[in-house]
């Protein structure tokens, strides 16, 4: 699997800008990449060195618009700790 197949994007929330200054990002990955996987996707793409890695299935939740009902597609999301001196420039 390429980095770029890995990794789908960084988020930007709220609760994501907070903890940049604890050197932690959250990113959106592929539902089948491991920690492994997910730590040389960040370490390649971005030119950081990666400390940790943790991850998270969250869940679809269920929508809907009028009569149908429908669900959201369930996605994984890592929080990924930089070494101390890293850091990703976001503009």
Same mark, same amino acid.
């Given at each position: 699997?390429?980095?770029?197949? %890995?990794?789908?994007?960084?988020? +930007?929330?709220?609760?994501? %800008?907070?903890?940049?200054?604890? +050197?932690?990002?959250?990113?959106?990955?592929a539902t089948g990449a491991n920690k492994v996987q997910i730590r040389k996707a960040v370490e390649d793409i971005y030119k950081v060195k990666v400390q940790d890695v943790n991850t998270s299935v969250v869940p679809g939740k269920l929508k809907r618009v009028r009569q149908a009902q429908g669900?959201?597609?369930?996605?994984?999301?890592?929080?990924?700790?930089?070494?101390?001196?890293?850091?990703?420039e976001v503009t």
């Amino acid at each position: 699997m390429a980095s770029y197949d %890995t990794v789908k994007n960084l988020i +930007r929330t709220e609760k994501g %800008t907070m903890l940049e200054s604890q +050197r932690k990002y959250i990113f959106a990955v592929a539902t089948g990449a491991n920690k492994v996987q997910i730590r040389k996707a960040v370490e390649d793409i971005y030119k950081v060195k990666v400390q940790d890695v943790n991850t998270s299935v969250v869940p679809g939740k269920l929508k809907r618009v009028r009569q149908a009902q429908g669900k959201t597609a369930s996605w994984k999301k890592a929080v990924v700790t930089l070494s101390e001196g890293s850091k990703i420039e976001v503009t």
